[in-house]
């Protein structure tokens, strides 16, 4: 190994070993900087989805790193591989949304298709059943089906939101509601408690994509007359 690699795996150890380290206390357990971190761009990331606007996919690149190593700390391994896949996808988000527009305005909110409903449903069950057989035989994880849910359904809503499926909010609704206790039972209080907003939040995001679904629809319906 050269002097320049051992130079960076030194600087990637002393980053790692800093996000590692608690930033404050909360009910007498430390938060790590890597949870405060992946809360602020998870929440900002969230917030930036609902506008439709840009930036919240490359903030959302480096949400998955921060809490790619929290959730691998907190033996939630499931979750941690989550945001690899998130990674992924979010390159494949960003470039989506960067696509040259037709003149007609572009991709718009659209409602899933019930051959989409399908397909969706039928893909996460088969792979939340596998993803939590294989945490429950080659891990220590504490709750191998909630974590292998929240892995499965959230790469569906995050393909729903590549591609501006209006429903992907109610399928996020359902990853809160699952995450909040998981996460509390890991001692994760801040990211449950950002969980309890984000929930809220997609209620909202939901009603806000709702109208820009019917706002095609009523000027072509306004055209006709």
Request: proline letters at 4%.
């Amino acid at each position: 190994m050269t002097c320049g690699s051992m130079r960076r795996v030194t600087s990637l150890g002393t980053i790692l070993a800093w996000l590692d380290s608690p930033a404050f206390s909360m009910l007498n357990v430390p938060v790590s900087w890597a949870e405060l971190l992946g809360d602020v761009t998870g929440g900002l990331c969230v917030w930036l989805l609902a506008r439709q606007n840009l930036l919240t996919w490359p903030l959302g690149l480096l949400n998955n790193v921060f809490w790619g190593l929290l959730f691998f700390r907190s033996k939630l391994y499931a979750d941690s591989v989550l945001q690899s896949l998130f990674f992924a996808f979010g390159v494949y988000g960003w470039w989506q949304w960067t696509r040259p527009r037709p003149a007609s305005g572009g991709q718009q909110v659209r409602r899933t298709s019930s051959g989409e409903w399908w397909t969706f449903g039928a893909s996460a069950a088969v792979a939340t059943l596998a993803a939590a057989l294989l945490l429950r035989r080659f891990t220590d994880s504490p709750a191998p089906l909630a974590d292998a849910s929240i892995l499965t359904l959230s790469l569906v809503a995050t393909y729903g939101q590549a591609h501006r499926l209006l429903e992907s909010w109610i399928v996020w609704i359902v990853v809160d509601v699952i995450s909040v206790p998981l996460y509390i039972s890991r001692g994760l209080y801040p990211t449950a408690g950002l969980y309890v907003i984000f929930g809220v939040l997609c209620v909202m995001c939901l009603a806000e994509w709702s109208r820009a679904a019917r706002a095609p629809r009523q000027a072509a319906a306004v055209s006709l007359y």
